[in-house]
């Protein structure tokens, strides 16, 4: 029954163009939602990418400040006599 109606429905050009424009709307509206999703993923990375560039200069100076640090009591007496730190 269903699928006379439908078949019936269809036959008519106005119909036709009804369903065309209907396709087209959906598909449009699909693209923008697939542009949108994937403006927010890059986002994501974009943000992922910026806190992992942030922790590596950390890491990076807290290695810097370990390599300079004082090697012994002796060096580290030497350095706050001297007033370098």
Request: glycine content about 4%.
């Amino acid at each position: 029954m269903w699928a006379s109606l439908l078949s019936g429905l269809l036959a008519r050009p106005w119909a036709r163009r009804a369903a065309a424009l209907a396709l087209v709307a959906l598909t449009i509206t699909l693209f923008i939602l697939n542009l949108r999703r994937t403006a927010e993923r890059a986002g994501r990375a974009a943000e992922r990418l910026e806190n992992l560039e942030r922790n590596n200069a950390i890491h990076r100076q807290m290695l810097d400040a370990a390599a300079r640090r004082p090697r012994s009591r002796d060096d580290l007496l030497d350095r706050l006599r001297d007033g370098g730190f």
